[in-house]
């Protein structure tokens, strides 16, 4: 058996030792999770270590103000103390990634936290990713199967599209992404669980960390209550490592839950630097790193290789007005949303296809597929919009025949938006079922 240290020493012989003078600040102040630093001047991204009595504590530097740098904590502030001293790690701005992190569950910075060995990937990326032109996005050509009959058949998705799970909390999100995660077709699947329960972190990674589907899988998790610029950075680890596979030429589906925490952790940090709150109490940075994030995802001309983004989306209250929401939906190539009344009436995944949407889905679906699709959206649209009227007994059979046909197949309308948590359902049995129910209605 080789020995596991054999790959560190061959990495260490390889490297080329920094033999200039280490440079130090101190901590000059404190106020909450933001420090300034005096002494020391470093671009805005570096990562530094605070002595901290017996140990260290890690901090990011986020923006500079006379003459000092301002810095965010990445862990708690307790014991920190005035005149503590700061020095730089690593380079700014670059992330680790690489194919050691496949099989793998890892926290913000990319330490191991699934209790696996160390990771000793020596690749990196750009954590704002490598901006390429506008015309190296190729237009989304082929479908996406993701194992879920209503959207498989009604809101067909593409390789390299950008779509939103949108719905209040409790609605059945995670339920959601669970099931694409175990049933969609793509040869890297990267999760990013960003400001969710630790609870859900951990039984996420013990259903979907096994079995064969673990070596093309990896997951980003940093729970809700770590600092904000650490969330941030959780999730563009993630997106960060779906670029360098889309980089290789491989299909990289890229889920992340949720773009709301992405923003709730903008708006602290920028309020934190005094930015003002403008829609709703959100700074216009918070909002623009959710569409810097969204504008990473999509197929690459050079490579041949695509990230399809899946995103949820909080819509706080259930306002569907919500500037996260509103924001997302702007940049996102189609939205699914999730509704609570469905969910209560015991229909799981409890979509709403009336205002569910995909912007490509006429571009690579076959015509007849489409025209089938609006048939089935109208009779779903014209019961929910008659449904109290059909309830009290007001309405009067005969009157309306397209209401008549959505009356009489509404049984079997619902039971094809419903499927099982463990259900997969191909995209071509979806369409077959989809014309088996539709086809030779009216």
């Given at each position: 058996?080789?020995?596991?240290?054999?790959?560190?020493?061959?990495?260490?012989?390889?490297?080329?030792?920094?033999?200039?003078?280490?440079?130090?600040?101190?901590?000059?102040?404190?106020?909450?999770?933001?420090?300034?630093?005096?002494?020391?001047?470093?671009?805005?991204?570096?990562?530094?270590?605070?002595?901290?009595?017996?140990?260290?504590?890690?901090?990011?530097?986020?923006?500079?103000?006379?003459?000092?740098?301002?810095?965010?904590?990445?862990?708690?502030?307790?014991?920190?103390?005035?005149?503590?001293?700061?020095?730089?790690?690593?380079?700014?701005?670059?992330?680790?990634?690489?194919?050691?992190?496949?099989?793998?569950?890892?926290?913000?910075?990319?330490?191991?936290?699934?209790?696996?060995?160390?990771?000793?990937?020596?690749?990196?990326?750009?954590?704002?990713?490598?901006?390429?032109?506008?015309?190296?996005?190729?237009?989304?050509?082929?479908?996406?199967?993701?194992?879920?009959?209503?959207?498989?058949?009604?809101?067909?998705?593409?390789?390299?599209?950008?779509?939103?799970?949108?719905?209040?909390?409790?609605?059945?999100?995670?339920?959601?992404?669970?099931?694409?995660?175990?049933?969609?077709?793509?040869?890297?699947?990267?999760?990013?669980?960003?400001?969710?329960?630790?609870?859900?972190?951990?039984?996420?990674?013990?259903?979907?960390?096994?079995?064969?589907?673990?070596?093309?899988?990896?997951?980003?998790?940093?729970?809700?209550?770590?600092?904000?610029?650490?969330?941030?950075?959780?999730?563009?680890?993630?997106?960060?490592?779906?670029?360098?596979?889309?980089?290789?030429?491989?299909?990289?589906?890229?889920?992340?839950?949720?773009?709301?925490?992405?923003?709730?952790?903008?708006?602290?940090?920028?309020?934190?630097?005094?930015?003002?709150?403008?829609?709703?109490?959100?700074?216009?940075?918070?909002?623009?790193?959710?569409?810097?994030?969204?504008?990473?995802?999509?197929?690459?001309?050079?490579?041949?290789?695509?990230?399809?983004g899946l995103y949820t989306v909080l819509a706080d209250g259930d306002n569907q007005d919500d500037p996260v929401v509103d924001t997302a939906r702007s940049i996102l190539d189609g939205h699914v949303v999730l509704s609570r009344d469905l969910?209560?009436?015991?229909?799981?995944?409890?979509?709403?296809?009336?205002?569910?949407?995909?912007?490509?889905?006429?571009?690579?679906?076959?015509?007849?597929?489409?025209?089938?699709?609006?048939?089935?959206?109208?009779?779903?649209?014209?019961?929910?919009?008659?449904?109290?009227?059909?309830?009290?007994?007001?309405?009067?059979?005969g009157a309306d025949p397209q209401l008549d046909r959505a009356i009489a197949m509404h049984d079997r309308l619902t039971a094809f938006l419903a499927q099982s948590q463990k259900e997969i359902v191909p995209l071509a049995d979806s369409i077959?079922?989809?014309?088996?129910?539709?086809?030779?209605?009216?």
């Open positions: 058996m080789l020995n596991p240290a054999f790959p560190l020493l061959d990495r260490m012989a390889s490297t080329h030792p920094d033999l200039s003078p280490r440079r130090y600040g101190v901590v000059s102040a404190c106020d909450g999770g933001l420090l300034e630093v005096s002494g020391l001047s470093l671009p805005i991204g570096a990562q530094c270590r605070i002595a901290h009595g017996r140990g260290t504590l890690s901090a990011e530097a986020i923006g500079f103000r006379n003459g000092r740098t301002l810095m965010m904590l990445l862990g708690d502030p307790v014991l920190l103390r005035p005149g503590a001293r700061v020095r730089p790690e690593g380079r700014p701005g670059m992330l680790p990634v690489g194919e050691a992190f496949l099989g793998r569950a890892v926290d913000g910075e990319g330490q191991p936290i699934d209790g696996g060995p160390p990771i000793m990937s020596g690749r990196e990326w750009p954590s704002g990713g490598i901006r390429a032109g506008a015309l190296d996005r190729s237009p989304v050509r082929a479908t996406f199967d993701v194992g879920v009959r209503a959207l498989n058949a009604l809101t067909t998705f593409g390789v390299g599209q950008r779509i939103g799970i949108m719905a209040g909390s409790g609605v059945g999100k995670s339920v959601l992404l669970d099931m694409i995660a175990h049933g969609a077709e793509a040869e890297i699947v990267i999760v990013g669980l960003i400001g969710e329960r630790a609870r859900e972190v951990s039984d996420f990674v013990e259903r979907h960390m096994q079995g064969p589907k673990r070596e093309r899988s990896i997951v980003v998790a940093v729970p809700a209550d770590h600092a904000p610029n650490l969330r941030i950075r959780g999730a563009m680890l993630a997106t960060s490592m779906a670029e360098y596979f889309r980089k290789a030429g491989r299909r990289v589906l890229l889920i992340m839950d949720s773009l709301t925490r992405v923003a709730h952790a903008g708006r602290e940090i920028a309020l934190l630097l005094g930015e003002p709150g403008a829609a709703r109490g959100y700074p216009p940075s918070a909002l623009a790193t959710i569409t810097k994030l969204v504008e990473r995802a999509g197929n690459s001309a050079e490579s041949g290789g695509s990230v399809t969910a209560q009436r015991g229909q799981y995944p409890a979509i709403d296809i009336a205002a569910s949407l995909s912007r490509v889905m006429n571009d690579i679906v076959a015509p007849d597929h489409a025209r089938i699709a609006r048939k089935f959206r109208a009779l779903i649209a014209t019961y929910e919009a008659n449904r109290d009227l059909v309830l009290m007994g007001a309405y009067r059979q077959a079922q989809l014309v088996a129910l539709i086809g030779h209605e009216g």
